[in-house]
């Protein structure tokens, strides 16, 4: 029967109704589905999730409107919303009956979903999940709603989604390309493509269209694969062989004619599939590969000019710096000796006036001559005076004035007193035997500087000579020149003469910067240092030369900042040219690198195209290089798989994929064989050489293809491999090749719904009037038997197929024949029921030693899942086998009566009671004596 869900609001005027199919014949016919459009979903999983809308299953001749659509990757976002704005267009304003087996409601309900949500982002995607019914449930697809990845090509030709109408013609949408490169391209105008209808397996696989060939709509390819949506099998098809009176009965189906469709000259592409594969640089990666050899390039770059600038400018400023140390010293000491020099005249100058002023017996008019030319020669001198000590004041004794200069600087003589009474403490040390250099600046218009030194007078130093003189003897030397500042600080710091005169007139204290401070706690005469002064504001290279008279010194400094310049200029130029280097490297690179990564993006947009299925790439080598080479070779290796695939499609038509998938890892194995407990299994129908008599081929064929793909649909959902076919017998392995967890017990499932689904169909052609009156009472028997058996590939080098060999595949040949005699529809062994016994209802019949072994073998029925058993049957069951142990007790009419009371709770006829009554009845006539084991040898198979 079908469950049908409530409507669901779809894409833009439609509504989806969704039925979940339970997988029986006759629900699927009876459903028609007549006012809306049909939509037959099937799922697969290969590398990921995918679906399809497949052809209605079964050979079911369905007339009304359904749409069909290959195999689709949930991945393909591009696809998905093709599909679902082909949707919009083609379902408007209609219903949209999805049906679909109830094991992938999920995955139904997780892929409209997300069709909804392509063609229509705006819709929050918490809004679509509750709306779909997904809020709170676990999907198997891997992405969920308004999360998606695309890993896809720009270049991309889409299936046509093909609405299958009533008058049984196939009206098919325009298929878009979207192909770049072929946009107004005169080569391509009025072209006509023609698309044939996709068919079976390999278009369904790939998704995609194969020009030339025909559609087979009954292939048992679809009957089978339609069951398989959420298995990880691939499709499968049915293959018979000819054995004794059993024939192959596979019919061939009629063809489809092709249907030409026009596309428009700007949507068409300019070799058949994909010639001219265009694909976003981007495409799949991170980083593209152009990019990646652009910044690579660019660090190298970047990098070795970058290391070469930083040596060059490390050593160009190091050699600076060295010349200006060098400089500065010299400098320094040539100031300092140059002052030195000057000092010692003024010195030397102030002494003879100083005799001029003290000898005895001169005429005072000589006196004044002498002092008169001595300042006019040298006008610096503007005071000296004689002083002597008493106590701790200077008293002065003698004092001669420059009168021209007082003159001109309107300073009074009490200006000078004034510079005396301030620096007393100071001059006083000239009475140490001491010379003194002071700043006598502050109160006068000009700089100007004092020195005290010591004189003797009756051979005593008990006087004190102190001259003031003009900076003006000296300043020159402290002119400003290039980058350099010097100036002169004395014995406590106290600047004497600098370029800035506003600093010598208000004596400033300069102690507070380090090179002064160096220069007066250093020894040494002369030094250097760097420093970062925070007054001035930098750092700055400092060097002094102490001039060897009262503890005053020069000092030489410059300011980093501008003694590099020409490094930090050099830099910026180098800087520059790095820049102009990177950018016509870059540009280089960009379109060198083109050269390279041109044919690799067509060799990735190749490896997409495969991956999807599609082998026929058109590309061609455009280089002579190894990316050449290897594109030649990659165009081999397309038509290599291509040659593979369509070999793996044959050999999925005659033997298990699950075979082809262990053989496409490791033939060699198969090859070798193997021995593995497995669990065998063998079915057949009842009188089936009557029914083939009594059809035609073509009735026989459709009989035998609806039976053989209900099987085989049951036996691979509980992961069964079929070995083969033969004619209307179908023989399993499982637990082989690849491990199945608990096979006896999937086994024992997959014969009991064998069972019923024959059952089902049974109905469906008596009701339906099909086929023979014996058709539709046909019954089918099977064997079950777990052990030990040789699995591989049997046969010659040239022609092999994978089978089973051995004692336990024989046992359970012998049982599917035995079912026959014991009338029952499943026989089984002890392994067997000793792994089903909690879960299944089984019936002990006989102990018996088939043909062919020595060993006698208990033998079960399977009943069925003891959840179902009816009461009757379990009751039946519990006492025949009570009647069997009478029957081995050799209480033959006890046991008679227990086989009789078995059938009558049974309610039907039981072949297996009767059966062991008449040998009851035989060995109570003839008994088998007192040795009897109970074993009933069987004499034919």
């Known amino acids: 029967m079908l469950e049908i869900s409530a409507e669901i609001p779809f894409l833009k005027t439609s509504k989806l109704i969704l039925l979940a199919w339970d997988e029986s014949l006759p629900s699927l016919e009876s459903w028609k589905g007549d006012d809306g459009i049909t939509i037959f979903f099937q799922t697969r999983r290969t590398r990921e999730l995918e679906f399809r809308f497949g052809p209605p299953p079964w050979g079911i001749s369905f007339q009304n409107d359904h749409f069909e659509y290959p ?48 063609y229509d982002d705006r819709i929050s995607p918490d809004r679509i999940t509750h709306r779909f019914g997904l809020t709170g449930k676990t999907s198997s697809i891997p992405e969920t709603v308004g999360k998606t990845k695309e890993i896809e090509t720009k270049s991309l030709s889409y299936p046509p989604l093909e609405l299958i109408g009533v008058s049984g013609k196939t009206k098919r949408r325009q298929m878009e390309l979207v192909s770049i490169s072929t946009e107004n391209d005169p080569k391509v105008q009025d072209q006509h493509i023609e698309i044939p209808k996709i068919q079976s397996k390999e278009d369904l696989e790939n998704g995609s269209l194969d020009l030339g060939k025909e559609e087979d709509p009954n292939h048992p390819y679809d009957m089978i694969e339609s069951s398989f949506a959420s298995s990880d099998e691939s499709t499968y ?54 990019l990646k050899m652009m910044g690579v390039i660019s660090l190298l770059f970047i990098l070795s000019v970058s290391s070469i600038i930083i040596f060059a400018s490390f050593y160009f400023k190091r050699s600076i710096e060295l010349q200006l140390r060098d400089n500065n010293i010299r400098i320094a000491e040539i100031i300092g000796s140059k002052v030195r020099s000057d000092i010692l005249g003024v010195v030397e100058k102030g002494r003879q006036i100083a005799i001029t002023l003290t000898t005895q017996g001169l005429p005072e008019d000589d006196r004044k001559l002498l002092l008169k030319t001595f300042f006019k020669n040298d006008k610096e001198f503007i005071y000296l005076g004689i002083f002597e000590r008493r106590g701790n004041t200077l008293v002065m004794k003698r004092e001669v004035f420059n009168e021209e200069e007082l ?37 006068f218009v000009e700089p100007s500087f ?53 600093l010598v007139l208000a004596a400033t204290d300069l102690t507070g910067m380090p090179i002064v401070k160096s220069m007066l706690t250093s020894a040494p005469s002369t030094g250097q240092m760097s420093y970062l002064d925070d007054e001035l504001g930098g750092n700055y290279l400092g060097s002094f030369q102490k001039i060897g008279f009262a503890d005053a010194g020069v000092i030489t400094i410059v300011s980093e900042e501008k003694a590099f310049a020409d490094v930090y200029k050099s830099q910026k130029t180098n800087l520059y040219i790095a820049g102009i280097g990177l950018c016509s490297a870059l540009i280089f690179v960009f379109f ?81 064989g193997s021995e593995t407990h497995i669990t065998a299994f063998f079915s057949d129908v009842a009188s089936f050489s009557t029914i083939s008599e009594q059809l035609k081929s073509a009735d026989l064929a459709s009989l035998l293809n609806e039976y053989l793909s209900a099987m085989t649909i049951i036996l691979k959902k509980h992961e069964g491999v079929l070995d083969k076919y033969i004619g209307d017998a179908i023989v399993g392995i499982f637990n082989a090749p690849v491990p199945v967890l608990d096979h006896e017990l999937k086994a024992a499932r997959a014969s009991v719904d064998m069972v019923l689904k024959l059952k089902e169909l049974r109905e469906y052609w008596t009701k339906n009037n099909l086929y023979s009156k014996e058709a539709q009472v046909m019954d089918a028997r099977i064997g079950l038997n777990s052990g030990p058996a040789k699995v591989g590939f049997m046969g010659t080098d040239a022609l092999a197929s994978y089978t089973m060999m051995g004692d336990t595949v024989n046992l359970a040949a012998r049982l599917e024949a035995a079912g026959k005699d014991y009338g029952v529809n499943i ?61 081995l007790k050799q209480n033959w009419k006890k046991a008679i009566q227990y086989f009789q009371d078995s059938e009558k709770a049974k309610g039907v006829k039981d072949k297996a009671s009767h059966m062991l009554i008449e040998r009851c009845e035989e060995y109570n006539l003839n008994s088998p004596g007192k040795n009897w084991d109970g074993v009933f040898t069987r004499t034919h198979k």
């Open 827 to 887: 026989l089984i062994t002890d392994p067997i029921r000793d792994k089903i016994k909690d879960e299944m209802l089984t019936r002990f019949v006989d102990l018996v030693r088939v043909k062919g072994k020595n060993e006698p073998v208990r033998i079960h029925e399977l009943i069925g899942y003891r959840s179902d058993a009816q009461s009757n049957l379990v009751e039946a069951a519990a006492l025949y086998e009570s009647g069997f142990d009478e029957y």
């Open 407 to 443: 003159k001109k600087s309107s300073v009074t003589e009490d200006d000078f007193h004034a510079v005396v009474e301030r620096n007393r403490d100071a001059l006083a040390e000239a009475f140490n035997g001491q010379t003194v250099l002071l700043n006598s600046s502050p109160g």
């Open 71 to 118: 195999f689709l990757s949930i991945h393909h976002i591009s696809a998905n919303k093709h599909l679902a704005k082909e949707l919009t267009q083609a379902s408007e304003g209609k219903n949209l009956y999805v049906l679909y087996p109830k094991n992938v409601e999920v995955e139904v309900r997780s892929v409209f979903a997300r069709l909804e949500y392509l």
């Open 592 to 672: 060198f690198s083109k050269t390279i990564t041109k044919p690799v993006l067509q060799l990735l947009s190749a490896t997409l195209e495969i991956a999807k299925g599609n082998f026929k790439i058109g590309i061609k080598p455009t280089t002579q290089d190894e990316v050449g080479l290897l594109t030649k070779y990659f165009i081999d290796m397309g038509q290599g798989l291509e040659e593979r695939e369509k070999v793996k499609n044959i050999l999925g038509s005659m033997i298990d994929p699950v075979v082809v998938q262990e053989a496409m890892v490791d033939l060699a194995a198969l090859k070798r």
């Open 237 to 290: 098809t049915n293959g018979h062989q000819v054995n004794g009176e059993k024939s192959s009965v596979l019919s061939q189906q009629e063809d489809q004619s092709k249907t030409i469709v026009t596309t428009p000259p700007d949507k068409v592409s300019k070799e058949e599939n994909a010639s001219s594969l265009n694909i976003d640089s981007t495409v799949g990666t991170k980083f593209s590969l152009q």
């Open 450 to 502: 004092a020195i005290a030194i010591p004189t003797a007078e009756n051979g005593e130093l008990d006087n004190a000579l102190v001259i003031i003189v003009k900076l003006e003897k000296i300043i020159g030397a402290f002119s400003k020149k290039g980058i350099e500042t010097t100036f002169m600080v004395n014995g406590s710091g106290t600047v004497l003469a600098h370029p800035k005169e506003d």
